[in-house]
């Protein structure tokens, strides 16, 4: 097996985590949450969003929040945005780093925005331009680009089309986002191959879902292709509100032990991670989705019992 020696993690659970619970963190406890997974040691992290309150109410206070936090050296704060609006709520509030959408599902995207995945790439040229005159770092997403709900596997030729669109409007950081939780690994590793051969101007962010239990090969599957850029969830919280039985996505301590047994280096502490994730547990007040935390580090056992 072919492996990285090392890979990075972005922390997503205080977005896409939080945006499908009931219950509405104050400021104050995702402040200091936040504090504690930078302790941790992820180097990047998704905050929140800027999407309008009436739609996500658990990401009202991104903005209140990125002001208490200020500049972190050495960790990236990111943000998503749906428009143009949200790059003007990331310079007031002192955001670097912001994140756009589109989904790879062409029948999804005509239904809600009466447009193809490329026209809704095109439309965000005003935004990367915005975000460049200010100095603020900006990257794309591609959802369900492994399958859909509407329309099963998504053809290699549409996702490639997203990207040369993202391209085309100065965008080349993307992540390949399996929100729907329908990839598989021979799936995984060949699209991966795929974009890294002939999109090599691009770096690329996985995001996995873990609907079916697949997350963690889909991870190793895209590893052994050379991808080295992952975004995990504390307990495994998260899902999309938009996408039918879209569960948590992958916990960050599955992911951090399961490198750590491998002898991949992320950086990060999974003892550290795990109180983050206990202390999510009480908050929320119902069970995560999250092997470590329920049986234990494997090392945890050695020695034991005699």
Known sequence: MKLPSSVTLCEVGLRDGLQNEKT??????????????????????????????KAVPQMADTDEVFKRLGDIPGVELRALIPNLRGIQRAIDCGCKKVKLNVSASRQHNLK????????????????????KENGIAISGSISMPFGSPWEGRTPVEDVDAII?????????????SDTSGMAVPNQVGELCAHVQEKYPEATW???????????????VAAMEV????????????????FVPGAAGNISSEDVIHMCDEMGVKTGVDVVK????????????????????????????????KS
């Open 24 to 53: 509405i963190l104050p400021t104050d406890e995702k402040v200091e949450l936040l504090r504690g997974v930078v302790d941790a040691g992820f180097p990047v992290i998704e905050v929140g969003s800027f999407m309008h309150p």
């Open 226 to 241: 050379g991808m080295t850029q992952f975004d995990s969830s504390f307990g495994g919280l998260g899902g999309c509100p």
């Open 112 to 131: 809600n925005l009466n447009m193809t995945p490329e026209q809704s790439v095109e439309g965000f040229a005003s935004c990367v331009e915005a975000a």
């Open 164 to 176: 040369e669109a993202y391209l085309k409007v100065g965008i080349s950081e993307i992540s390949l």
């Open 273 to 304: 991670v795990m109180a983050l994730s206990r202390r999510m547990r009480d908050l929320l007040d119902h069970n995560l989705d999250s092997y470590v935390l329920r049986a234990g580090r494997s090392s945890d056992l050695i020695g034991s």
């Open 205 to 219: 962010w996985l995001h996995f879902h873990n609907t079916r239990g697949m997350a963690m090969a889909n991870i």
